[in-house]
Structure formats: C-alpha cells, structure tokens
C-alpha cells in the first residue's frame, strides 16, 4: 500500500484536475449557449431558402441550376472536413475523420479523393495518410457568414472548373449537447430536384425565376456551408462540455476512493502507533 504522502500528494492533483475540467465545463456551456442560439435561429432561413429554391427550380425547363447543376461523371472528389481546432471534447473529432475515412474507402473506393479541411485537429491525422488540399482553421478564429463566404466562393469555383467532379461536406450535427450526429452531405453539383406538376407558387417574380434562381443558388450555397461549420461549432463546445462533466464526476470518484484508502491507512498507522506505545509501556513496567 502506497503511504500517506504518496495518497496525500495524488489526492491534491487530482483535485487540481477537478478544479480545470470544472472550470472547462462552465465555460463550454457558456459558449454552448451562444453557438445554439446561433444555430437554431439560422435553421428556419436555411431550411427556407433551400425550399423556396427547390420550388423554383421544379417549375422551370431544362437545367436551372447552371454550371453548379453540372451532373458529371466522377473520376475526382472533394471532401470537407470540419472538425475543431481543440481537443478535450470526447469523440467529436474522432467520429469526423472515420466518417471521412469511411466514405473514402466505402463511397470513393478507387477514385481520386482530395480532402479540404477546417479545424486543425481533423488536418493533423488526415493529412498522414491522405492528400489535404488546404487547410483553414483559422475561419473558427471569426466565424462569420463573410468569412465562410470565402471558402464556398473557392469550392464553388474549383466544381465549375473541373478541378472536381463532386464535393461533399463531412461535419457534426448539433441535436442536443450529449449527442452530435456526423454528417455527410452533398454540396456540388447540387441534387436535381423531383418535378411537381401540381407546383403553384403565388408570388409575383420580378426579374424572372430563372434570374432568380441563378442568384440564389450561389447564396444557398452560402449558407449551406456557414450552416454545417455553425452546426459543428455547436456540436463542438455541447461534446467538450459533456466530456468535462464526465471528466469531473470521474475524478471526484477517484478521489473519493483515494480518501477512502487514505483514511484506512491513515487508521491503521493510528493503531500501529497505539500498539508500540502499549507494548512499550507494559515493557516498562516488567
């Protein structure tokens, strides 16, 4: 059994430890809070504009998509990765890059497959093993629509050059802060949509649809992008918060059972003492 000070000395770091996981957690949930509200007050508009699009597009002729419609045959692939850029969040970065590695080997199998990442942690394993285009963690540094706006602008110009014939996203779905469900979804060359003949939109469209639908299919895609990394963003801090709660009622266990040891051998010192103290006395008296 270890003596005193070795419990004493364990006891106090893992004390230590509790007082950062605890601390870690309050400020994830602060943060949870703010990404949540962000995220679920931009899913009605997302949800909205992909509606209104594909609504549109089943009332027009021909190819309404344009360029970002383009249905080729695929030979070269993007996928975009988003994962964080710290760790401490349980299995929210490990469940990406095996979502990526699985689609790769399951979906792509033979097919040239170039990855883009966001978030540092999924860039440094994957860029082991598989080529990485480029790599931006830096948008998670000021996370605005402007800022992601950019990146759409660069994937959206690599499908209409031909760089690539498909692009997927790979990101974590907020649900709840104890669940983050990985996501796959396509990005280009966006989905052809089931033609309704009974579609009857009653608005008034000025310029025509067709203009209408070219402007708002680069800003759908926009969105769809910001949508996933703000989705990921929230799922983030809800795993980091969840792992430091775990984290904290772990190594209160573990101290509470390092207490238990303590006071055992704390108690049996005790009496090892008494003992030599009455052995000695009654050496004294014979």
């Known amino acids: 059994m270890a003596n005193l000070k070795e419990i004493r000395n364990r006891i106090s770091s893992i004390g230590s430890t509790m007082q950062i996981t605890s601390a870690m957690k309050?400020?994830?949930?602060?943060k949870?809070?703010?990404?949540?509200?962000?995220?679920?007050?931009?899913?009605?508009?997302?949800?909205?504009?992909?509606?209104?699009?594909?609504?549109?597009?089943a009332t027009l002729e021909g190819d309404a998509g344009g360029a970002y419609s383009d249905q080729r045959e695929v030979n070269k692939v993007l996928l975009v990765s988003i994962t964080?850029?710290?760790?401490?969040?349980?299995?929210?970065?490990?469940?990406i890059v095996k979502a990526t590695i699985n689609t790769i080997k399951e979906?792509?199998?033979?097919?040239?497959?170039?990855?883009?990442?966001?978030?540092?942690?999924?860039?440094?394993?994957?860029?082991?093993?598989?080529n990485v285009l480029e790599n931006r963690n830096d948008v998670f540094d000021d996370l605005t629509f402007e800022n992601v706006s950019e990146i759409a602008e660069q994937l959206m110009e690599?499908?209409?050059e031909g760089t690539y014939d498909?692009?997927?996203?790979?990101?974590?779905?907020?649900?709840?802060?104890?669940?983050?469900?990985?996501?796959?979804?396509?990005?280009?060359?966006?989905?052809?949509t089931e033609t309704d003949e009974n579609v009857n939109l009653d608005y008034i469209f000025e310029p025509s649809k067709e203009e209408i639908v070219l402007q708002l299919i680069p800003k759908s895609l926009k969105t769809q992008l910001y949508k996933a990394i703000r989705d990921s963003f929230a799922a983030e801090h809800g795993a980091r918060m969840t792992a430091m709660h775990k984290a904290t009622d772990n190594a209160k266990e573990l101290r509470d059972d390092l207490?238990?040891?303590?006071?055992?051998?704390?108690?049996?010192?005790?009496?090892?003492?008494?003992?030599?103290?009455?052995?000695g006395a009654e050496a004294l008296n014979n």
């Open 166 to 192: 498909k692009i997927e996203i790979i990101y974590n779905h907020f649900k709840n802060a104890a669940t983050q469900i990985a996501m796959v979804e396509q990005f280009l060359p966006i989905k052809p």
């Open 84 to 95: 964080s850029n710290r760790g401490l969040c349980g299995g929210f970065n490990s469940s």
């Open 259 to 279: 207490l238990l040891t303590y006071n055992k051998a704390r108690q049996a010192a005790i009496t090892n003492e008494i003992l030599e103290i009455v052995g």
């Open 158 to 160: 690599l499908f209409v």
């Open 26 to 30: 309050m400020v994830s949930a602060a």
């Open 32 to 57: 949870l809070k703010k990404a949540q509200d962000a995220i679920t007050a931009m899913r009605p508009y997302s949800s909205k504009l992909t509606e209104l699009l594909q609504s549109l597009s």
């Open 107 to 130: 979906k792509y199998n033979g097919t040239q497959v170039d990855i883009f990442t966001i978030g540092k942690k999924g860039n440094d394993i994957l860029s082991k093993e598989y």
